[in-house]
Nanobody, 123 residues
Framework: QVQLVESGGGLVQAGGSLRLSCAAS????????MGWFRQAPGKEREFVAT????????YYEDSVKGRLTISRDNAKNTVYLQMNSLKPEDTAVYYC????????????????WGQGTQVTVSS
């Protein structure tokens, strides 16, 4: 069993930066692929980024490439999402998720979810 807790969300102006963190409990964290998803009001939850268990492979949704960076520190049981050049359309609740298998961009492919952290980007 893995529990995930996100932090680092907040209000930022367009063009600004935030770093989200996701702290995981459980010894199996280093064997899990991890992902970040987001959900804006009235919209479905969508894929943002994913990272393999080793950190050697990462994949991004096209609209965030070059602006958002996913990384992990297995010694700290933590995955991060560095968010730069933020836009108002990035406003959403951001969720981290974990899965026992390889990376995935599907909402349905993850076994564990955090409670989410709000990111609001003002214009």
């Amino acid at each position: 069993q893995v529990q995930l807790v996100e932090s680092g969300g907040g209000l930022v102006q367009a063009g600004g930066s935030l770093r989200l963190s996701c702290a995981a409990s459980g010894r199996a964290f280093s064997s899990y692929a991890m992902g970040w998803f987001r959900q804006a009001p009235g919209k479905e939850r969508e894929f943002v980024a994913t990272i393999s268990w080793s950190g050697g492979s990462t994949y991004y949704e096209d609209s965030v490439k070059g602006r958002l960076t996913i990384s992990r520190d297995n010694a700290k049981n933590t995955v991060y999402l560095q968010m730069n050049s933020l836009k108002p359309e990035d406003t959403a609740v951001y969720y981290c998720a974990g899965r026992r298998r390889g990376t995935s961009s599907s909402v349905y492919g993850y076994d564990y979810w955090g409670q989410g952290t709000q990111v609001t980007v003002s214009s």
